[in-house]
């Protein structure tokens, strides 16, 4: 009963709490994600330099082992390993974006 008494007497306080709490526990997560996006890219990079081609499981593979070594443990409770292969891929886009542009560049440098 003293339970109900006080959720009832203080629940714009527990909202407000809560509220704040998630507010910063999602600020926190998006930070960690940001430095592990950047991990990602350089992984990615060596996973294509070391595997080369055709072997892309075998090169998300190496990503996902390598970033979930560096992962915090209470990001990986929130982020499944498919969550994570699909940042990967959508890092691996703007890295091939990223390759395709040195390419052309370091060409036009060599005309």
Not at 19 to 45: H, P, Q
Not at 75 to 95: G, H, N, S
């Amino acid at each position: 009963m003293k339970i109900i008494e006080f959720i009832q007497l203080y629940w714009s306080d527990i909202v407000l709490i809560f509220s704040v709490l998630f507010v910063l526990a999602r600020a926190y997560f998006e930070n960690e994600l940001e430095y592990l996006k950047a991990d990602i890219f350089s992984l990615v990079t060596d996973a294509e330099e070391i595997y080369g081609q055709k072997t892309g499981q075998l090169k998300l593979n190496f990503v996902v082992k390598k970033i979930y070594a560096k992962m915090p443990i209470m990001l990986r409770t929130f982020l499944t390993e498919k969550k994570l292969e699909k940042i990967i891929e959508k890092i691996l886009v703007k890295a091939r974006e990223s390759w395709q542009k040195q390419i052309e560049r370091s060409n036009s440098d060599g005309s």
